[in-house]
C-alpha cells in the first residue's frame, strides 16, 4: 500500500520533468547567502561599535558589581545579627535587602534595554551600506534571492555561495558610503 501511494506522485515528477521545455531549466535560479553579524564584526566600523558597546558595558557592570556586592554584605549581615534583632528590626534589615534586590534586578533590566539601543543605533547604518552593496552585487552579477544567515535559518551553504567575505571587502573599501545630501540649517527666528 505504502509503495503504490509513492509511486503515482514519483511517476508524475518523473514524467513533468521530462517534458520541462529546457529554455525554463536554463535558466537558473542564482541564491546567495550573507552572515549580516560576521560581516558587522568583521569590517572597521563594526569593530569600533562593538569598542564602544563593550565600554559602555563595563562601565555599567562596574555599578552593577558594586550594587551587587553592597547588597551581598547586607544579606550577611542579616543572617548573622537577625537573632539580634527586635522583630521590628529584622522585618525593616529583610525589607531594605528585599527592595534594594528588586531596584538592582530594575536596573540590570534597564541596561540590557540601553545596551540592546546603543548597539541597534551603532550598527544601523553598517546595515543600511551593507545592504546597498548586496542590492548591487545581486543585480549585478545575476542573484535571484540574497538570504541572511541566521534569520533564515541556513545550517550549510557551498562557500561559493556565501557573500559574507565579498560583502566585507566591498565595505571595508568605501562602498555604499555615498555621501547623503547635506541637511539643511535651521532657519534662524527674530
Do not use: C, H
Request: glycine residues 6%; charged residues 30%; without cysteine.
Amino acid at each position: 500500500m505504502t509503495l503504490q501511494r509513492y509511486a503515482l506522485p514519483l511517476f508524475a515528477a518523473l514524467l513533468f520533468s521530462a517534458l520541462l521545455p529546457r529554455a525554463v531549466s536554463a535558466q537558473a535560479t542564482k541564491i546567495g547567502v550573507v552572515d549580516l553579524q560576521r560581516a558587522i564584526n568583521e569590517t572597521e566600523d563594526g569593530r569600533k561599535s562593538k569598542d564602544r558597546l563593550k565600554k559602555l558595558f563595563e562601565s555599567r557592570q562596574t555599578g552593577l558589581d558594586k550594587k551587587q556586592e553592597d547588597l551581598k554584605k547586607l544579606k550577611e549581615e542579616i543572617e548573622k545579627q537577625q537573632s539580634l534583632w527586635t522583630p521590628e528590626v529584622r522585618a525593616q534589615k529583610i525589607e531594605s535587602y528585599q527592595k534594594q534586590l528588586v531596584d538592582l534586578q530594575q536596573i540590570y533590566v534597564e541596561y540590557q534595554r540601553e545596551l540592546a539601543e546603543k548597539e541597534g543605533e551603532l550598527t544601523k547604518t553598517i546595515i543600511e551600506r551593507m545592504e546597498k552593496i548586496l542590492r548591487r552585487i545581486g543585480q549585478t552579477d545575476g542573484y535571484t534571492l540574497i538570504m541572511e544567515r541566521g534569520e533564515a535559518g541556513i545550517i550549510y551553504v557551498p562557500g561559493n555561495l556565501d557573500l559574507t567575505d565579498v560583502v566585507i571587502q566591498r565595505y571595508n573599501a568605501g562602498e555604499g558610503a555615498e555621501a547623503a545630501p547635506a541637511a539643511k540649517p535651521p532657519a534662524k527666528t527674530k
